[in-house]
């Protein structure tokens, strides 16, 4: 029987990235994949969403440039090409993703896995003796009761993914990052968009002011939303919401966030990443993978959310509804930002949360608040003053020096 020091079931982000430090340190490694190496980020989430946000903010974008000189008679797209280059995308990013787990050392076996006991794992009828068994078999989306997924007018973010045509109009259940993100995509190509939350608010896990400014922004961009409401009925592809309204969307998009996929047994075994049933997002997953492997720790309570789009939404640490009067509050419009201005980009704030001599929240809706969030977080991360964020150069025009403007006047 074949021997490994680790055997791990579940090809994502958490499983590769746990295989390929593991065999880089020595160790022999067996990786399980009962579909595509990749997993859900690549395959089905982080990386196809991303190529099609891409393509609809392109055509949105240029669709509204007229204002500033750049304007175009009979723009249009072709949303098969779109879906096209998503599927490029996918597959040249996966081969390269193969290629460096062969390169690591890493034997990968395309095979559904089981655990038989804590030191055996079998896969197509044959047994492997493992040292170490660690469960990376992520998570699948959570259906709801009466709103079970039929692929055709019930979808989930699996089925979306196949869409070779646009719906002219949709329902979306849920405004977490998926949700919102299908809004973005469906509504830049024109689709029309409503989004259902049972929540008092949309995106109800950020802060505050970035939960209003998105709601506000949904609503100049025409993005139809319900908040503190849910399907009350379905009547023949006649919606009727608990508050009294009905709509007839051509489809439903169910989603309302994802549950762990676990292999039976898997309390003999190392559980990492979306299985785990925390924080299901990849860079947690690579991170947890990185402990493990390399003994890297990591803060859970420092972990970045980030919501793409036009503006970005990119938050970490903690929120105005979880601090104290001993919390400072500052805010600044990306309207004081020159680059902004140039950019036509002029929608959002910058906003952080100090106690004492430190940020404790940062929470950012603006263009490049993806990258603008790390550098908070690396102040966060390592204790750094205020007093000393301070005495940073930032380059100008940039949107990071919205964060000097901020820091400056405390
Ligand atoms: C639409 C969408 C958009 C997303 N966008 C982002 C984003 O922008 N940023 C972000 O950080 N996160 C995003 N996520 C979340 C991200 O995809 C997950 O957090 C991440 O994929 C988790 O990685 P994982 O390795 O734990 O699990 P997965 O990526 O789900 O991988 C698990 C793998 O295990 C395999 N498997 C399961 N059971 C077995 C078995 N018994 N035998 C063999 N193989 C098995 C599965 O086939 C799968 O390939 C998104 C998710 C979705 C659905």
Not at 200 to 217: F, G, N, W
Not at 366 to 388: P, R, V
């Amino acid at each position: 029987m074949e021997y490994y020091d680790y055997g791990i079931i579940g090809g994502g982000p958490a499983g590769y990235t746990a295989g390929m430090f593991l065999a880089k340190q020595g160790h022999s490694v067996i990786l399980f994949e009962k579909d595509k190496l990749g997993g859900t980020c690549l395959n089905k989430g982080c990386i196809p969403t991303k190529s099609l946000l891409h393509s609809s903010e392109l055509y949105a974008e240029i669709l509204s440039s007229n204002s500033i000189g750049v304007g175009f008679e009979n723009l249009e797209f072709d949303f098969s090409k779109v879906v096209e280059k998503k599927d490029k995308t996918v597959e040249k990013i996966r081969k390269s993703l193969e290629l460096a787990v062969k390169n690591s050392g890493v034997k990968t076996v395309y095979a559904e896995a089981c655990i038989k006991d804590k030191n055996t794992i079998t896969a197509e009828n044959n047994e492997y003796k493992i040292g170490n068994i660690i469960t990376a078999t992520g998570s699948k989306p959570r259906e709801l009761k009466g709103l079970e997924f039929d692929g055709k007018f019930i979808l989930s973010s699996d089925d979306v993914l196949n869409l070779k045509t646009l719906p002219k109009s949709v329902l979306i259940i849920g405004s977490g990052a998926i949700g919102i993100e299908w809004a973005r995509i469906f509504s830049n190509f024109g689709t029309e968009v409503t989004v259902v939350e049972i929540a008092e608010h949309l995106i109800p896990t950020a802060d505050i002011d970035v939960s209003k400014r998105i709601e506000r922004i949904f609503k100049q961009k025409k993005v139809k939303f319900y908040t503190k409401d849910s399907i009350e009925k379905i009547n023949d592809k006649q919606v009727f919401l608990k508050s009294g309204a009905e709509l007839s969307p051509d489809f439903i998009l169910v989603a309302v966030g994802r549950s762990p996929v676990l292999p039976n047994y898997c309390c003999d075994s190392t559980i990492i990443g979306d299985s785990c049933g925390e924080i299901q997002l990849a860079h947690y997953a690579i991170h947890q993978a990185k402990e493990l492997a390399l003994g890297i720790p990591y803060n859970k309570d420092l972990i970045p959310s980030i919501i793409y789009g036009n503006p970005e939404i990119a938050w970490v640490g903690k929120r105005e509804q979880d601090c104290g009067d001993d919390c400072k509050k500052l805010l600044l419009p990306i309207t004081a930002l020159g680059k902004a201005w140039c950019d036509d980009a002029t929608e959002g704030f910058i906003k952080l949360i100090t106690k004492e001599d430190k940020i404790i929240g940062a929470h950012i809706v603006s263009k490049e608040a993806s990258s603008l969030i790390h550098m908070l977080l690396t102040a966060m991360q390592n204790n750094i003053s205020i007093n000393d964020m301070k005495k940073l150069c930032f380059a100008h025009p940039t949107y990071s020096e919205g964060i000097f403007d901020i820091l400056i006047n405390l």
